[in-house]
């Protein structure tokens, strides 16, 4: 079946230190890959996404790339600031009817500290 | 805009109570999601709405009941509750519904007593 796995969290890190969150994918065909973040009482945002192999979504400072070979689309940012505490989900989209469904992993808590 | 507006934030509601969280949204998108999130859980998707049809319902108790008036609206009726149904409740809304953003809303938190 398709499905997300993503490192267990918390992530803490200091200000200014490299990040990288894991994820791995499972699934049929070649689906789009998304990373989501959601700030404390808030919805969930789209970071980047990438929809197909060797693809790199990037945003904010964030990157991630689309690896077929590894099935993985790790999360990496080069110097991480206390605003970017939140969760982290790693997603898929698999078509489901007319249109797509998103399989989300079980979400990355990091927090920045000072 | 590119707000997805839900209202209300928060909801508390008795096990025999019927209430109505509502999702609105006026950036033209045809597709409109219910998702439930656990504290600390990913989300989870309920049904989906495109074009104002309902195409996917991922076999959510009848106790939750999805209304699509129109294209820039969506309602999710709820009646005879569970304590266990306490979440928070996203509406999300993209353009078609494929390898697209969706926007989510901020949440209605529901507490069922």
């Known amino acids: 079946g398709n499905s997300v796995t993503q490192m267990e969290g918390p992530v803490t890190l200091s200000e200014e230190a490299f990040l990288t969150i894991n994820c791995t994918y499972t699934a049929t065909g070649y689906p789009s890959l998304f990373w989501y973040v959601q700030y404390p009482g808030e919805g969930l945002q789209l970071l980047l996404k990438a929809t197909k192999a060797d693809d790199k979504g990037s945003n904010k400072g964030f990157e991630a790339t689309y690896r077929k070979e590894t099935t993985s689309f790790h999360l990496e940012k080069g110097s991480v600031q206390v605003s970017d505490s939140a969760v982290y989900f790693c997603?898929?989209?698999?078509?489901?009817?007319?249109?797509?469904?998103?399989?989300f992993g079980q979400g990355t808590t990091l927090q920045v500290k000072p | 805009d590119t707000e997805v507006t839900q209202t209300p934030k928060h909801l508390v509601m008795g096990m025999t109570n019927k209430k109505s969280l509502k999702c609105e949204q006026h950036?033209?998108?045809?597709?409109m999601y219910w998702y439930k999130q656990k504290a600390k859980k990913p989300p989870e998707l309920m049904f989906v709405y495109s074009y104002e049809k309902l195409s996917i319902n991922e076999s959510v108790p009848s106790r939750f009941s999805p209304e699509c008036p129109n294209s820039s609206l969506l309602n999710l009726h709820l009646h005879a509750l569970q304590p266990e149904d306490s979440a928070l409740y996203l509406c999300a809304s993209s353009l078609t519904g494929f390898d697209e953003k969706l926007f989510f809303g901020s949440g209605t938190q529901l507490s069922v007593l």
């Open positions: 997603a898929l989209e698999v078509p489901s009817g007319n249109t797509g469904k998103l399989i």
């Open positions: 950036m033209g998108h045809r597709a």
